[in-house]
């Protein structure tokens, strides 16, 4: 069973910077998907950032350039790095996954991923 523990949320000032932290444990897949998803209040839960086995990266245009997502095979964890943030990044930040494949087109898309945290909460004011 895969298991996906989040860290790193908090509150910081507009133009500041957070890394979020997603440390996975239960499998040993060769190929997988691992994205991350954020949700305001009355908002849908939407696609961030996503990184395959192989490396490769997507990121949703609001984050492009600000948001940088990696991977730490050795201590099986994934990260997202938050730079120049701003008032509206404000959510509960998701870290998901899915094994067997490498991340599809439509890896902003929750239906993509088996696996998720419990998520970290993100504050930015202005």
């Known amino acids: 069973q895969v298991q996906l523990v989040e860290s790193g949320g908090g509150s910081v000032q507009a133009g500041g910077s957070l890394r979020l932290s997603c440390a996975a444990s239960?499998?040993?897949?060769?190929?997988?998907?691992m994205g991350w998803f954020r949700q305001a209040p009355g908002k849908e839960r939407e696609g961030v950032a996503a990184?395959?086995?192989?490396?490769?990266?997507s990121y949703a245009d609001s984050v492009k350039g600000r948001f940088t997502i990696s991977q730490d095979n050795a201590k099986n964890t994934l990260y997202l790095q938050m730079n120049s943030l701003r008032p509206e990044d404000t959510a509960m930040y998701y870290c998901?996954?899915?094994?067997?494949?490498?991340?599809?087109?439509?890896?902003?898309?929750?239906?993509?991923?088996?696996?998720w945290g419990q998520g970290t909460q993100v504050s930015v004011s202005s």
């Open positions: 998901s996954a899915d094994v067997g494949h490498f991340c599809s087109g439509m890896w902003y898309q929750r239906t993509e991923y088996s696996y």
């Open positions: 239960g499998y040993t897949y060769s190929s997988y998907c």
């Open positions: 990184i395959d086995s192989d490396g490769s990266t």
